[in-house]
């Protein structure tokens, strides 16, 4: 019987869950292993302050890596998009909705100074450009735990991955979701990252469950990611789209108080997503990127 590593909040056991059936659906038998990580047991602090890759995923990484499960199941944003050695994403299913979501009121219609919840940079960024006004709190906690703080009035309203609401059942609260153009999702969001040791049982278990139309377009998101030198706590945002066979990605880095934005939008063969990554992330270091995220082109060429 394989093992499935997996965090244990709600949101990280739907997708254990999820994956557990499917594998049953083909005649593999696997159970759940619950593994707390760092990023749980500082889940009310702010990320910045703990510094934000990786804090969800190394224990459960050092637990392929030893042996103990044979497949970890991410949310594949939060996954770093540089590995440990040995290990690999041997399936990204079929994607859900990659847009964010606002629970507690459309945004035209908070009123003026609204307090809005958020944890992350790139939210704020955009928030800030689309409502100047707005008070941004930081929040921190599992999905269940935030949305008790919109109906408490703690926050007017919070933003988070229409994925994760929709997975969880609570596709009623959403107030809105916001168009890509509005607000540019974080790379890879929405989409499930099935990791696994190299070669092993795990890998060719999971493997059939590869989407590979879901698979290029977090590719071309996480590559642009990448070669920006960026990760899930960082104002960059990634959205990618299938039309035929080509592939479209729009990538975009924001000044954390949204007082500037950057923006590029390119298209390619959808087999070769890596080289569009790496093309739109090129565009935006020439057109200032590099200096809205403290960092330099050559530093990750």
Not at 106 to 124: C, E, H, N, P, Y
Not at 146 to 161: M, N, P
Request: aromatic content about 4%.
């Amino acid at each position: 019987m394989l093992v499935i590593g997996s965090r244990g909040s709600q949101l990280a056991l739907w997708q254990a869950n999820y994956t557990q059936e499917k594998l049953a659906a083909r005649g593999i038998e696997a159970r759940i292993e619950i593994i707390h990580t760092k990023g749980d047991r500082i889940l009310d602090s702010p990320l910045s302050k703990v510094g934000g890759k990786g804090i969800f995923t190394r224990e459960i990484e050092d637990a392929l890596l030893d042996g103990r499960i044979d497949l970890a199941v991410h949310s594949l944003k939060d996954l770093p998009t540089e590995l440990p050695k040995g290990l690999t994403v041997s399936a990204v299913p079929q994607r859900a909705d990659p847009l964010d979501a606002i629970v507690g009121g459309k945004l035209r219609d908070l009123k003026f100074g609204a307090t809005v919840g958020t944890s992350s940079l790139r939210r704020i960024a955009q928030l800030q450009r689309l409502r100047p006004d707005l008070v941004i709190k930081d929040i921190r906690g599992n999905v269940d735990t935030r949305i008790k703080k919109v109906e408490s009035g703690d926050y007017d309203a919070i933003v988070l991955a229409a994925a994760g609401l929709r997975r969880l059942g609570w596709q009623d609260i959403i107030s809105e979701t916001f168009r890509a153009d509005k607000m540019l999702p974080a790379a890879a969001q929405g989409a499930l990252g099935i990791e696994t040791l190299e070669s092993g049982a795990g890998r060719e278990a999971v493997m059939p469950l590869d989407d590979p139309w879901s698979r290029f377009c977090v590719t071309a998101e996480r590559t642009m990611l990448e070669e920006l030198g960026g990760g899930c706590q960082v104002p960059i945002g990634a959205y990618s789209t299938m039309e035929g066979t080509d592939l479209f990605l729009t990538g975009g880095v924001f000044a954390p108080d949204g007082s500037e934005m950057i923006r590029f939008t390119a298209a390619g063969d959808c087999t070769k997503p890596q080289e569009l990554g790496r093309s739109v992330a090129k565009v935006l270091f020439q057109r200032g990127a590099g200096r809205l995220l403290g960092v330099s082109q050559t530093s990750h060429e």
